[in-house]
């Protein structure tokens, strides 16, 4: 058996066959994951593979995820996979966000291109994946958005029906509309996120419908390729840090799993140091970083933030993340909604532009550099998280000098592109251009 569930709390680590639906384990109440066996693995030859694959049209080959699927063993029989095409997401140099930052270099790598446009792709196709091997009709997750869409789109895709638990009135409108779009069962509900998911936890232990949050151990066996795309794309040379927003946690979690994997087979020689970033508003991560990692971890009650992605006080995954950060000297920061959205203004600069929460990622940076934890000589990846298009208001709002935090203070435009209105006269429209 190549991978096995384990029970992730060190003074219990009891072990369930790879079939088991558990999402917490049963003697202890601790976050669930896979241990993959690598002790056959011959890095070498698995990356001349993955460099092959690049030539094939076969549909497994084609994902940025299953390319890579020695690295994913807990798939049995290929016929289970489901798949839209996810990953394959570009690394950009981005010299605007760079110099911003404060960097000599910056390279972002873009998640929002896949193809529900959110890292939630990657971890969504070996969620959907399992569902599809254990026989699942019906999968569900809460969200603040993007985990919702992605669901939607690999459940409609792999005939399954889709559920989906919504905070009301705190979700933008581009992931609301992908999940109507495809055909979710859309539930929204009137408490955040974090109420949602103890609420939603309790539903899928009662009525037996299939969870895909990121306390799904799958999840994060997708979301794992993220780093091994960007290594793979990079040559394999490895980045000083890797900088990326934090809400729930999972994403760090699964980064930091998937470097320990690469390392400990040999296709790296180091860590590469993991920076994670959290919106002010809601960062209890970061706070209990600050103490040190003393316990206990304290939940923030009422977090607040227009980056509604990471819009989260109780993020269930700290423990893994807290792992993560600890294995790889890792640090944690955060960023205000000033920062946020400024920075994001600077993302667009560089022609691709991303989603708010994405933005935290070069926010965090810019303040990293400035306390002198990150050196300006360091070779950085950012990850991008979400697409420019899912929140539309947002943008619209922060250029035209109408963006408000959510505790009342007028945000500035402080990089704003506010559109011009003009009537219909060629020379008065003339005479705009040559002014400018
Ligand atoms: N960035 C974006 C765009 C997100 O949608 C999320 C999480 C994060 C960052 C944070 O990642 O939770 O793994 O730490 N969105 C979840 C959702 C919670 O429901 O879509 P994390």
Redo the contacts with the bound molecule.
Sequence with gaps: MPSRLVCFNPSCARQFPIDAVLYECPACGGLTAVDNDFNQADASLWKRTWDERRLSREPLDVSGVWRFREMLPFVEDPAHVVTIREGNTPLFDALPAASYAGVDALQLKHQ?YNPSG???DNGMTAGATQARRLGMQRVA??????????MAAYAASAGMQAVIFLPHGKIAYG?LAQALEFGALTVQVEAN?DQILALVRELAARIGIYLL??VNPFRIEG?KSIVIEMLDQRNWVVPDWIV???????????LGKGLRELYQIGAISKLPRIA?VQAAGSAPFHEYFERGFQAPFRPVRSPETL?T??R?GD?V?WPK?QFEIESCQGVVASATEQEIADAKAIVGRCGFGC?P??A?TVAGLKNLVAAGTIPADADVVGIL??HLL?DPDYVYHYHTGGLTAPDGTKLQPTFGNAPVVMPNDAAKIAQLLESQ
């Design positions: 929002g959110s890292f939630k997750c809460v969200s603040t958005g993007n985990t919702s869409a992605s992931k996120f949050n990121s979301q990326l927003p934090g809400g729930n946690l999972g994403n760090v979690s699964a994670v980056a992605a990471i989260i993020p995954s993340a989603e929460a994405s935290a998280t979400g899912k």
